[in-house]
Nanobody, 119 residues
Framework: QVQLVESGGGLVQPGGSLRLSCAAS????????MSWIRQAPGKGLEWVSG????????SYADSVKGRFIISRDNAKNTLYLQMNSLKPEDTAVYYC????????????WGQGTQVTVSS
């Protein structure tokens, strides 16, 4: 069955970096667009970034543009999110989602990984 397993979260100081990974299984990873979506404490879900299948066109929320980089390794069935210049407001649980981020149609997501940005 479809599984998405996030990892790489943790505690980091403001200005620091983290790289999140999402290991996918149970489907042909290369054929699907993927996204990172986060949920900060007490807030709703916020779409962060998406990457298409194929050539992997990318898109970012304004709040992370220029700081985060989404990528994928189809040979390893893995989605990544490189997060640089982290801010306290980036503190959230980060989830990887399978689906079309333009149409906002998602069908599977992982259990999430906690990112805490604090001094």
């Amino acid at each position: 069955q479809v599984q998405l397993v996030e990892s790489g979260g943790g505690l980091v100081q403001p200005g620091g970096s983290l790289r999140l990974s999402c290991a996918a299984s149970g489907f042909t990873f290369s054929r699907y667009a993927m996204s990172w979506i986060r949920q900060a404490p007490g807030k709703g879900l916020e779409w962060v970034s998406g990457i298409n299948s194929g050539v992997g066109d990318t898109s970012y929320a304004d709040s992370v543009k220029g700081r985060f980089i989404i990528s994928r390794d189809n040979a390893k069935n893995t989605l990544y999110l490189q997060m640089n210049s982290l801010k306290p407001e980036d503190t959230a649980v980060y989830y990887c989602y399978r689906g079309d981020y333009v149409l906002k149609q998602y069908d599977y997501w992982g259990q999430g990984t906690q990112v805490t940005v604090s001094s």
